[in-house]
């Protein structure tokens, strides 16, 4: 009966621990950007997946895959080019000579 009981709190210690591992990405992945919650537009590169967290999440708890990419939490966020935050933005007072 004794071992009975320390495999369940062994078991049941070993359920909350991958639980708790759950979804690499969206727990140590940081704030998610607005370009890794929509899909890609027709043109546009793809979203690049960030291997460690998908790694981390098949082997400590699979469903925590699920949860990162409903989440978008595993692509990679995006950084746009300085070309094309100017370009965003021109707003600065070097684009603004031809007045």
């Not at 210690?13 to 727990?27: E, F, P, R």
């Not at 998908?54 to 708890?61: M, V």
């Not at 370009?87 to 031809?98: D, I, K, L, M």
């Amino acid at each position: 009966m004794k071992s009975f009981k320390k495999f369940t709190v062994f078991a049941l210690a070993a359920v909350t621990l991958s639980g708790s591992l759950s979804s690499c990405a969206t727990v140590f992945g940081g704030r998610i950007t607005e370009a890794q919650k929509r899909k890609p537009l027709p043109g546009e590169q793809q979203r690049q997946v960030r291997a460690g967290a998908l790694i981390a999440d098949i082997l400590l708890f699979w469903p925590g895959t699920i949860v990162d990419f409903a989440t978008g939490a595993i692509y990679k966020p995006q950084r746009t080019p300085i070309s094309q935050q100017t370009q965003a933005n021109p707003s600065n007072g070097s684009n603004n000579q031809n007045k």
